[in-house]
């Protein structure tokens, strides 16, 4: 690692829950989890990961629900990894498996446009290489749930992108705010002496085009973003205004574009030297930051990013706000009764507290969860057990559902069935 290269904002053994848009890990990342993944979900060893569902289906017996969002109590997306994208009009119990006709490549970008739009794109099986080279992507598209995937025009990039549900995932890559508009963002994540490309789409991921480029070293061009930094992952608000975030050296990554990604320009933010993770945004004023230095902090914008403030740091990582004033993170109790637990803000983070009933016990969530709220009462948590060495029995991922703000779990058992 560079010397002047940051580690990225983590908390070990925290949530890595988040709402809204998935971003995702470095390839070297995401192959090791997927082999974990794989073993604790179905038993199998990574001699048979290809079979178990990194590429291709999983078999519905050991399928999961990870990557959840609902929009409402019964519309929503989940991915289950390998090709197997879910569907549901009934509820967080009854799934439609939707896969798309890929064949034999990999999903390496996932986004949810609304409650029957989604967008991918599918990568040879080879880009999974790591090497700096040249790599065709082919964009699908579905605008009913999933019954009709549409493939688009294949397009070429230069470095290799790749995604698994159910990692902690961190670097943002492709971005939708409407069902036609949206970006790609490819770059080697933290790694310095990588060039950065963002490719745009304004037909709904049919055909896309490139409009930006950052070298991997020299001078970038006016309005490009800088060189030699390491991004974390980009976020956009509207057709037009983005960020992305990460570390600069000694200073702060946190670039905003208000052209759809074609020029670029440092954002003031109240944190110098700091690593941050792109924005994420609950209503078009409404949003926030997570990242920091040290010890790692909140910051909170109610003018569309305008203007950023800090607040207190959230007991845990990768904080779900369904509004201005209430969100969620599920963290910890303490040194001394490290028991997973979610804690609640009813103030925009300035304040958090944790779940009524204290400290979860036994069964429910844990500590690395991924969170998806749809009011400030309603939410759920997909627990994926992290082991050093598997045990002999693990815990497979698991769905949570509350009502209550925290208070009270149920543990929800999906049924997987095809729509094919």
Not at 319 to 348: C, K, Q, R, Y
Request: proline share 8%.
């Amino acid at each position: 690692m560079n010397a002047d290269e940051k580690t990225p904002p983590s908390l070990a053994g925290r949530t890595v829950g988040r709402r809204f848009r998935w971003p995702h890990l470095p390839h070297r990342t995401l192959w090791a989890l997927a082999v974990v993944a794989v073993i604790l979900a179905g038993g199998g060893t990574a001699a048979g990961l290809a079979v178990a569902g990194v590429i291709g289906g999983t078999p519905a017996s050991t399928m999961h629900v990870f990557d959840l969002k609902m929009y409402g109590a019964y519309q929503g997306w989940a991915w289950a990894g390998g090709n197997d994208i879910l569907h549901t009009t009934s509820g967080v119990q009854k799934w439609s498996i939707v896969a798309p006709p890929i064949g034999s490549q990999l999903i390496t970008g996932v986004a949810w446009a609304d409650a029957d739009s989604a967008r991918l794109l599918t990568a040879p099986a080879y880009s999974l290489n790591e090497l700096e080279r040249t790599y065709t992507l082919t964009p699908w598209v579905t605008d009913d749930g999933g019954a009709i995937w549409k493939e688009g025009e294949a397009f070429r990039v230069l470095l290799e992108a790749g995604a698994d549900p159910a990692n902690g995932p961190v670097y943002a890559d492709l971005d939708f705010v409407d069902p036609l508009h949206g970006w790609f963002f490819n770059s080697q994540g933290p790694a310095l002496g990588a060039p950065i490309f963002i490719d745009r789409t304004v037909d709904g991921g049919l055909h896309w085009s490139q409009v930006e480029m950052t070298p991997a070293t020299g001078t970038a061009p006016r309005g490009a973003l800088p060189v030699g930094c390491s991004p974390y992952g980009m976020t956009f608000l509207n057709v037009t205004t983005g960020w992305v975030a990460g570390s600069c050296g000694l200073a702060t990554l946190f670039d905003v574009t208000h052209d759809g990604g074609v020029t670029w320009t440092q954002q003031s933010f109240p944190c110098t030297d700091c690593a941050l993770y792109p924005p994420q945004f609950s209503s078009p004023l409404d949003g926030e930051v997570f990242g920091g230095s040290g010890s790692y902090g909140l910051f909170v914008t109610t003018d569309g990013g305008r203007t950023w403030n800090a607040v207190s740091s959230p007991p845990g990582n990768w904080p779900d706000f369904v509004n201005a004033h209430d969100g969620f993170t599920m963290g910890l109790t303490g040194n001394d009764n490290p028991s997973a637990i979610l804690w609640a803000t009813t103030d925009g983070g300035r304040t958090w507290r944790q779940a009524r009933n204290g400290a979860i016990q036994g069964n429910g969530p844990v500590e690395t969860s991924q969170l998806d709220f749809i009011t400030a009462t309603t939410g759920w948590a997909v627990s994926i057990p992290v082991y050093s060495q598997p045990p002999p029995n693990p815990i497979p991922p698991q769905l949570w559902q509350t009502t209550d703000a925290g208070s009270t779990w149920t543990l929800i058992t999906p049924t997987f069935t095809s729509a094919k």
